[in-house]
């Protein structure tokens, strides 16, 4: 038997699908996969979790029940805009393998029957708002490097756009009234050309901002956002929170006026959910993820704000308040021969590494396997993040 749930949705849908052959078609269809399920992770969405539909020419994506529609915004917006321009970039300008999208984003109760199978009006207005001929020419209109538009219900922008994400701004979006078949509503469009930009691409730093600085790699960006998050939840509801409060809102302020308030309004009430919690650690694990998400994004909007937020992090680590000190926490990390592990905990990132032994000369005799069990070689190196 089904029964109504409250989920948000997304639609993909590639443009000029048809007509580039069984093997581009395929390769496009695996990539544009593959980014999704990537950007999904990224903003704590596991796509295990979600019921994804192959549409032959794009994908369906029904997050979750409880999924925070922001982070599914977030998906769209920050990391899968991304990660087509890379992809496009990668193959060149006139590859038939290059990605572009539409996307439509809508919540509302569906029927999800025991199959997990859904349906309902919310997908039929999310199939129009796809369909609508305002996206088709936005983003065929677009400049080329430009990877995907997106069209969000009236109901979605008010919930995610307005009051859920700090990564876009609502002025970023534009107001139509559309009329696709036996539907008619408004919408708002969004091209987020300045947003599928990633590290190294001219992100929102000033002009000659850094210029010449060293730009993060991926891993690094991935690893501070998660030491920033670590940072910021820990201090909620303790006696340090205002002044980190006020210090990340100071890193939040290169998002825009209206974003650097809507960051306050969050943390406080981040921290008022920490503070009236039966379980205050358990509430700071649940905001991790979607606090490393919005640090990812800034960093990837603004990969220069890398140093400000290690600075950050570093402060916090140095002076760590007594409530969090006298905390311990046991982690066990397995690292292959050759591998590195990174690990986050209460701010402070290390990085583990084992180097890969050289190959053996033929006149050097195997190590047992006794040997390699009693830890005799392979010694772990541990270094602290930042230490050469």
């Known amino acids: 038997m089904s029964h109504l749930e409250y989920r948000a949705l997304l639609d993909l849908d590639i443009e000029k699908s048809s007509g580039r052959g069984r093997g581009p078609l395929t390769e496009i269809r695996k990539a544009l ?6 950007s999904l992770r990224r903003n704590g969405i596991a796509s295990a979790d979600c019921l994804i539909i192959d549409l032959g020419d794009g994908l369906r994506i029904v997050a979750p029940a409880g999924t925070p529609k922001a982070n599914l915004l977030n998906t769209v917006t920050q990391d ?5 321009r890379r992809h496009n970039h990668a193959v060149g300008s ?7 999208v539409r996307a439509a984003l809508h919540a509302g ?9 859904v349906h309902g009006p919310p997908l039929e207005v999310l199939a129009r708002l796809l369909e609508a001929g305002e996206l088709r020419e936005a983003l065929r209109n677009a400049p080329p490097d430009t990877p995907l538009a997106l069209i969000v219900s009236a109901h979605y922008y008010e919930d995610a756009v ?6 876009v701004l609502p002025e970023d979006f534009e107001p139509m009234n559309i009329g696709v078949k036996e539907y008619t509503g408004q919408a708002w469009l969004f091209v987020p050309a300045f947003a599928a930009r990633g590290p190294g691409e001219g992100g929102n730093e000033a002009p000659g901002e850094n210029r010449g600085a060293v730009v993060p790699t991926e891993q690094e960006l991935e690893i501070l956002a998660a030491a920033g998050a670590t940072a910021l939840v820990t201090a909620m ?8 409060k006020k210090l990340f809102g100071l890193l939040f302020r290169r998002t825009g006026t209206s974003r650097t308030q809507a960051a306050h309004d969050r943390l406080d009430a981040d921290a008022h959910l920490v503070e009236g919690a039966k379980d205050p650690e358990a509430a700071r ?10 640090l990812s994004t800034l960093l990837h909007a603004s990969p220069t704000a890398a140093a400000e937020l290690q600075r950050l992090v570093d402060e916090r680590t140095r002076h760590n308040p007594p409530e969090r000190a006298s905390q311990q926490a046991n982690q066990t990390v397995v690292v292959e021969s050759g591998g590195t592990a990174n690990t986050v905990g209460f701010g402070s990132v290390i ?12 006149s050097t005799p195997r190590v047992s396997e006794e040997s390699e069990e009693s830890g005799t070689v392979g010694k772990p190196v541990i270094r602290e993040h930042g230490e050469d």
């Open 162 to 167: 307005k009051y859920g994400s700090l990564a």
């Open 33 to 38: 996969s593959e980014a999704a399920g990537h």
């Open 109 to 117: 109760e569906v029927d999800v029957g025991d199959n997990g199978a």
């Open 94 to 100: 006139g590859s038939p393998h290059r990605i572009r």
């Open 285 to 294: 694990r649940s905001l991790l993820a979607p606090w490393t998400s919005e």
């Open 237 to 244: 509801a303790t006696d340090s929170w205002s002044a980190v």
């Open 80 to 84: 899968l805009a991304v990660l087509l």
């Open 351 to 362: 990085h583990y590494g084992i180097p890969a032994p050289p190959p053996p000369h033929p």
